[in-house]
């Protein structure tokens, strides 16, 4: 079973958190309450995930990178912190080696962070190593103040110089200072090491911002300044591409929920859902399908690489599915199905109502291969509902 290792300096939060994660059965789970003994820990045992706070006893979570990035190169990590979450306008947050985690979450959040590094790990992509842009809203979120010895997988060497969190100096063969430090800031697969900043590279020579070089922002201004169509066009351009449906089909169901809402305003809803759905599980192995339907089963977006799929089909005949879940819960005394799985030889479908309190509420529609992670996209799922 893999192991996974969850360090934080809070025993209370250890506990409820080994606790939660363990009734997930996927995987062991270890605990540390500071760096140093993650470290014994990661030397005794096979870690396939690290996940540690931002702020630790004896080793900050820096300090720890560091050491993994040297020593176990290729074990994905997460960082936990409840100072912000940078937002990454090439979208590298949530599909890369290093997954920042914003707190306080709910424990479905941390078990989806695990997944995807699980996943990195399965589909070889762990093996690419950390990104130097995805570390470095780290040391402005730490303030750091140091000298960071940085290597890239080819052998390059440079260094960065860091006073209260500003990136100040830039050292790497013969560029110039800026060119140094956008360079450096490029780099995969990397190695690094810190140390204190000497005091001839104090005087601040590097005139961008280290954000910048990341291309990043803090989430929430990042994602006040980018609106929905920003964001639907982004997904158009690197993840997926979203298809509407005909804007006379349906008519009946049009006439049908005249004075509840209008259908622009329901599809424009659909493609909000659709697009945070695709942030989270569009790259998930075998996830051959993503859609938003309505509780009457017509489809409202959708990917159109679905290959042989009829999408209006299924999405026709899982709404036949979760009418007979509804039935059933209420034979049993239970509430309205929330989703339903349904597991065949060739893959699975997954509905999940995304609105619960809707009267004619949209669902998530998606279809994965028979060996996919289907609990993860599940738990993806969750997370998006209300």
């Known amino acids: 079973m893999d192991k996974v290792l969850i360090v934080d300096n809070d025993p209370e939060f250890l506990d409820q958190t080994k606790k939660g994660l363990e009734k997930v059965r996927q995987f062991e789970v270890l605990t540390a309450e500071d760096g140093e003994k993650a470290i014994s820990t990661l030397s005794e045992k096979n870690i396939s995930v690290l996940a540690t706070n931002i702020e630790t006893p004896t080793l900050d979570a820096l300090e720890l ?3 993994m990035s040297q020593r176990h190169p290729n074990t994905p ?3 936990m912190t409840d100072r912000g979450k940078p937002w990454f306008k090439k979208r590298i947050s949530q599909q890369s080696f290093l997954y920042h985690l914003e707190r306080p979450f709910e424990i479905g959040s ?5 997944f995807v590094g699980l996943n990195l790990r399965d589909e070889g992509e762990s093996a690419k190593g950390m990104i130097m842009a995805s570390l470095l809203p780290l040391l402005e979120l730490q303030q750091k103040t140091c000298r960071m010895e940085v290597r890239a997988a080819d052998r390059r060497k440079g260094f960065l110089y860091f006073e209260d969190g500003e990136l100040i100096d830039a050292h790497c063969g013969k560029l110039s200072v800026q060119n140094a430090a956008r360079e450096i800031a490029s ?7 810190l140390s204190e900043l000497p005091r001839r590279r104090t005087r601040r020579r590097v005139k961008t911002k280290l954000m910048d070089f990341a291309d990043a922002t803090w989430s929430r201004e990042g994602q006040a300044a980018h609106s929905e169509e920003d964001n639907i066009i982004e997904l158009e351009d690197e993840i997926i591409e979203l298809r509407e449906e005909d804007e006379d089909s349906g008519t009946e169901e049009k006439e049908a929920s005249a004075g509840r809402e209008s259908s622009t305003e329901m599809r424009n809803r659909a493609l909000e859902w659709l697009t945070g759905i695709a942030e989270k ?4 192995r075998d996830c051959l399908l993503i859609a938003v339907t309505t509780g009457s089963g017509r489809v409202l977006a959708s990917d159109p690489k679905s290959g042989g799929l009829d999408v209006g ?3 026709l005949a899982m709404t036949g599915f979760m009418t007979s879940a509804d039935k059933a819960a209420s034979r049993a005394n239970f509430d309205r199905a929330g989703s339903a799985t349904l597991h065949t030889a060739k893959g699975i479908v997954i509905v999940q109502r995304l609105e619960a309190h809707s009267d004619d509420t949209l669902c998530a529609l998606v279809v994965c ?5 289907w609990y993860f996209i599940k738990s993806c799922l969750e997370e998006i509902s209300f």
């Open 281 to 284: 599980v569009v790259n998930i």
């Open 110 to 114: 941390l078990v989806s962070a695990l």
């Open 187 to 193: 780099w995969n697969r990397i190695s690094f090491s």
């Open 313 to 315: 089909q299924l999405a």
């Open 65 to 67: 990178l560091a050491y």
């Open 369 to 373: 291969g028979p060996r996919s992670n």
């Open 77 to 79: 990590c997460i960082v």
